[in-house]
């Protein structure tokens, strides 16, 4: 397991409506293609063989920690119809603090809403903090926050979105993305385990189509 992830990990409240997504924690994050279209390649005796707007999704990934400093990538896999990938968020000014403990479960979790005009591409775009008399739950999907686990995923898919639709025009990502907090060492090695053999084990994936 690489070092970064060691003593980084927050376990997550089953209440998952007071779980802050801007929070220091490592991530499981999976995003998916509108109707699972196979816009990034195809599987070949268990390889993943990358179209354009594969490599592409895999370059915006790679740059991510460019524009999101306190972001560390980890293992990351592009599969024929969608992206499997672990980060950190750490975030310097930010202690470590113990949360309610809680089983973590895996989530779908909204966007943030980034322009996807034309242009170069930009995956860090300024949101208003939401207020404070809601539950962060209720901020989360009034709000998506700035430099919060939605907004990195969202400028993500908006700058490949831009990109991909110079190639296809009718390129487009699932409306949400799945995310799961990782809870521990173990749980960090059964993940990255899963993506690194997700293209040989593709005929039973959940997403193949």
Known sequence: MPDKFQHKYRIASARLQHWDYGWNAAYFITICTKDRQHYFGSILDGEMQLSEIGRLAYTVWAEI?????????????????????LLLIQKPEEPPADHSAGPSTPVETRQCLVSTIPGPPILDSPVQEPPTDKTIGQQRFQNQGKHTLSSIIGSYKSAVTRFARSIQPNFAWQARFHDHIIRNAKDHKNIAHYIYHNPQNWADDKFYS
């Open 65 to 85: 920690p460019s524009h999101f400093p306190f972001v560390e990538l980890d293992s990351f896999v592009v599969m024929p119809n969608h992206v499997h990938g």
